[in-house]
């Protein structure tokens, strides 16, 4: 799981992250009344250099092209996610609990 938690991070922001430092948070269903599907959730802690670095790549779409998938990086704190609204609820209760650990 740790290989694929690197893939899918260098695919959607493009920063590589040596496997090692992600940290795993289990697997829950996102949505337990309306679907089966189960996220598997891990983090990992950036470097001041890796942030610096994100900040510039907001204007750069990332993503698989082959799939018609584009992601843009945004970063924010979660005081500015929670105030400003810009996740659903299944992703704030991700932040939640990496943050809350």
Avoid: N
């Avoid at 610096?52 to 704190?77: C, F, H, I, N």
Wanted: glycine share 8%.
């Amino acid at each position: 799981m740790h290989l694929q938690a690197v893939d899918e991070v260098a695919e959607e922001v493009g920063l590589r992250i040596d496997a090692a430092r992600f940290r795993v948070h289990g697997s829950r269903q996102v949505a337990a009344t309306v679907s089966a599907h189960r996220a598997h959730l891990f983090s990992a802690e950036i470097s001041d250099g890796e942030l610096t670095w994100l900040r510039k790549q907001g204007d750069r779409p990332r993503g698989a092209g082959r799939d018609s998938e584009r992601t843009w990086v945004e970063v924010a704190t979660y005081g500015e996610i929670r105030a400003a609204r810009l996740v659903d609820w299944a992703t704030l209760g991700m932040l939640a609990e990496v943050l809350g650990r």
